[in-house]
């Protein structure tokens, strides 16, 4: 049955560098690099070599504990470093591309096919990462079937792609054929949660196989996790699984050409950009050519995926495994001297503290400046109007840093992942690192629940 929610809470930080849509084509990089830290709770075990060669679809590594998990190349080439951080942690595995070869994993007809087989193609393939559970926000367990799969349709993190331009210049078929493939995975339902405050792409509202319900607001009501919380809670003991929605193309052109191409559509956003737009590019892809002349000179923070959840890279990093958006904003390393005196009419502010209150339309460019260092955690009741869900936030964090497993049980620990608290991160007069008391929360029910 489908279900329309209507969120109030949230808050929608309005940038300057939203991308036109226009697609600047197939951006081809001469490095690519898989990380693992992109993977939370993953204890990877190399499969390669420096100087191994590769074809895309081969395996670099896989998670230690779950074998079967292989995390691929995603083109042929010569693993050229495997660069390491402390304590020898395992960061990137960088392949230099060569020629455009790939394991063959078979062409199929992914409606026709037994879930059993989709499972191994997919684990096989190294596609298999691109499905996470919740609780937890980790990669799925292959051994488990999911009480249902959700997609999200719509982002609506600042700067976010346009879903609907994405799927629009995307092969249908692919999507399809991904859709088939999931439905294989669960005896539940696949729910598509799509954008109730504006019109949707007909691709997505004429999708068969999957149940579609409606949710608007302001962001974070466009997280997963968020949709799930109010579609379906998950208890303990549940098994949710999760999957992008240009994820779901690259399982549906995995069975469609037999080979592992996980290509996306990425924006490319933020106030340093010259020309923000569109383009087709690699998972794993060096951003350098995207950005090459194509930003303002300056001290710039590059980010893959958006400014609330994503992950610093230097210009010529690597596009992160789940990531849509290459943001780019000014670094905010300098010191203003009584600037809370100021009208503050270019800053933007959750609390109203500044004139720019006013301007409620107005876009604005923020740069990394915390103004402020950490102080104590105290109750201002700021986050529950920016967590849309029927938990208490602050004490949940504070159960978190406290380690109390029930409370935590029993404030919702299972229905949260960091991207549904980033928003308190960045309000937070507190200056506290919500979204690493989140990710230490989880990892300690993982350990005591396992």
Known sequence: MSITVRLKKGLDIKLKGVATKTLAGEVVANLYGVKPV???????????????????????????????????????????????????????????????????FGKADAAGLSREKIRETLLKSGLWPAIRQRPYNVVANPNNVPDAIFISGFDTAPLAPDYNFIIDNSQETNFRKGIAALTKLTDGKINMILNGKGDSSEVLKKTSGVEISYISGPHPAGNVGIQIHHIRPINKGDRVWTVNLQDVLAIGRLFEEGAYKHDRIIALTGSEVLNAQYYRIRSGASIASIVKDNVRPGNLRYISGNVLTGT???????????????????????????????????????????????????????????????????????????????????????????????????????????????????????????????????????????
């Open 38 to 104: 992109d993977f939370p709770g993953l204890t990877p075990k190399l499969n390669v070599r420096e100087g191994d060669k590769v074809l895309a679809g081969s395996p670099l590594f896989h998670d230690k504990l779950r074998p079967e998990i292989l995390f691929t190349s995603p083109v042929s080439g010569e693993v050229l470093y495997i660069n390491r951080g402390d304590r020898r942690k395992l960061l990137e595995i960088v392949i230099q591309k060569e020629g455009d070869e790939y394991v063959d």
């Open 312 to 450: 610093r890279i230097t210009a010529d990093g690597f596009l992160g495994y789940y990531d849509s958006q290459v943001t780019v904003i000014p670094e905010g390393d300098y010191y203003e001297f009584f600037g809370w005196m100021m009208p503050g009419l270019n800053k933007f502010s959750f609390s109203k503290t500044f004139a720019s209150s006013l301007l409620p339309r107005k876009s604005y460019s923020l740069d990394t400046n915390l103004h402020g260092g950490e102080r104590a955690f105290v109750m201002t009741g700021m986050y529950e109007k920016v967590v849309p869900m029927d938990i208490y936030p602050m004490q949940l964090l504070k159960a978190i840093l406290a380690e109390d497993i029930e409370l935590m049980e029993n404030l919702g620990i299972y229905e949260i992942a960091e991207e549904d608290f980033a928003l308190c991160e960045y309000i937070c007069p507190s200056k506290v690192e919500i979204q690493s008391i989140v990710r230490k929360g989880i990892e300690l029910m993982i350990r005591e629940m396992s």
